[in-house]
């Protein structure tokens, strides 16, 4: 039998309008511009302050974007999976609601929740239904409203942070493009280092947790800095060595946008100059599970069919994650729908 390959075959995104900049959160707590930029790579970052609007709201966004752009009509797509750690709620899941405000009906749709590999694990996911001929066209989002867990008081973490959500089309196909190979990695002996301590089943919300900004995520970066530059260096240099690749074969680094310095540590071990790293660190900062998708977005109408692209991150869990695959589709620059979107 003839092996099915998942294409990624449409990718769109959505950002929130508000720009966070680094002058801003100077007057919100004790930090600069020169501090952010030189420690992070971040200059701004979007926030979405609508009242009433969510993770959802950004992810329904993207997805009603990638359908018009890709002609696709909802009543096609036959599984959606949000990778989420701001979801909606706590049930149901936020793929539910994207579903629902987007006329997507009866199909399977669930969230996951793997933090900053969150994009990495579900379009791994959806990727075996696709190969095992379940489905035909599948919806994967990464969607974050990172700024509903953030302590706007704690200079070490709300630098760091934005809001924004990334969506791709994956279909199956018999050309030997898209998804080649996927490396999953999780070790839960880190979530002491990253975590959010209350609103979850072990501590439920009270006053003394809202008191205490247990709601808010709580992390040791420099704890966190080691384990990312390590494992996600690892990672991708692994799914290289395992097919083959040297840097001169990878035209494209898709790295999780939490820290520029990682990301130089990554591309640096894989061998890869700068121009090959897909970078929106700077303007939209660590969006979580939407780093990735919102790369692919900005960069679509630079990627070429049968490119060479490794994804590659590092997050809370801690989990980590690579995925080599080889771009399935040239962009039609006239055809990419809604481009004021684009930041
Ligand atoms: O995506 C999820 C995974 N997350 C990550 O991968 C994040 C990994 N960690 C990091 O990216 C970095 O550790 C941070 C950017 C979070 C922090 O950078 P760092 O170079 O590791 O700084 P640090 O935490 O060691 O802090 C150095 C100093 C401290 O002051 P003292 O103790 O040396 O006086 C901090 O209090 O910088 C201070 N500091 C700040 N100063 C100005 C911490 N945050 C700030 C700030 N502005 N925003």
New binding site residues.
Partial sequence: MERIYTHITGVQGYLPEFVLNNKILEQL????DE??LS??GISERRILRTKGLGTSDMAAAAVKGLLKKTDTDPSQIDLLIVATVTPDMVFPATANLVCHKTGIKDIPSFDIAA??SGFLYALSTASKFIESGQCKKAIVVGADKMSSIMDYED??TC??FGDGAGAVLLEPSTEPLGIQDVILRSDGAGAKH?HQKAGGSIKTPSRRTVAHKEHFVY?E??H??KH?VKNMADVSAEIMERNGLTGEDVQWLVP?Q??KR?IDATANRMGLEEEKVMLNIHKFG?T?AGTIPLCLWEYEERLKRGDNLILAS???GFTWASIYLKWAYQANPSSSSDLSLRA
């Fill in positions: 707590v004790d930090t600069s501090w952010i420690r992070t933090a900053c200079r070490a630098v760091l990253l992390q970066g420099k966190v800095f990312a999780h939490a820290n990682i660590n979580t590092f997050g809370g």
